[in-house]
C-alpha cells in the first residue's frame, strides 16, 4: 500500500465512523428504541401485505411529499415493526425522525399545555420530516387529548409527513378519541394526502 492510499483508507474508515456515530445518535433522537429492519420482517407471514408497497415506502418519497401513511390491523401483525423500520431507514438517509405511541405523545402535550409551553412543545413535534404515531386506539385517550393530538396534526398538515400504526378502523375513532367532531376533523386531515395500508392476518407472536 502506498501512503496515499493508506491515508485514503484510513479516511474512508473515520468517515464510516463518523456516519455510523451520526447513525445511532439520530436512532436515540428519534426515539427509536427497539431497531427493527425491513430485512428482518418476513413477508410471507403475512401474505394479505404487498411488499412492493412496503418496498415503495421505504424509497421515502412519502416523506417528500409529506404524506400520511396509515398501517392499519389486528394486534400483532408488524404495525410497530414496519413503521420503525421505515423510521430506521429515513434516519439512515439523513432525515429527522420522532417516534411516538399516542399515548405519551398526548401526554407530553397535555404536561405542556398545563406549564403554558405547549406552542414550544407543537413546535418542536413540527421540526421532525417524519412523526410516527404509534398505538392509536389500544388506549382510550385522556380528556381533551383529541383535542391536543388535533392541534399537532393541523399545525403538520401538508408540512411534515406521518406514520400513524391503529387496530382500529377509521369509523371507531370517534370513539378512540372520545369525541366524535374532533376524530372527523383529525380525519379530514390525516387522509387528505394518504396512503392506507390494511393488514388482515394472524399474529406473528402467536404464531406456532
Ligand atoms: P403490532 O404493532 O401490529 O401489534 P408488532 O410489529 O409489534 O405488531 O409485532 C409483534 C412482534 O412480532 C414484534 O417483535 C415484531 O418484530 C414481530 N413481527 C411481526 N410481524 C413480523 C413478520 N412478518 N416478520 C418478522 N417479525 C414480525
Ligand atoms: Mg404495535
Redesign the pocket.
Known sequence: MTAIEAIEALLAEELMLRESRRIKTALVMARLSTI?TLA????S??PSLDKNRIMALAELEFIDRKEVVHLL?P????????SLALGVQAVRAGRSVYFSPLTDLVSALAKAEREGTLREKIRFFCRFALLIVDEIGYLPVIPGGGNLFFQLVNARYERGAMIL?SNRGFAEWGEVFGDPVVATALLDRLLHHAVVIQIEGSS??LRT
Not at 40 to 43: I, K, L, V
Not at 75 to 80: V, Y
Request: hydrophobic fraction near 20%; glycine fraction near 16%.
Open positions: 427493527k428482518s420482517f418476513d413477508f407471514f403475512q390491523g394486534p400483532g401483525t408488524g404495525k410497530s415493526h414496519l400504526t406473528y407472536r
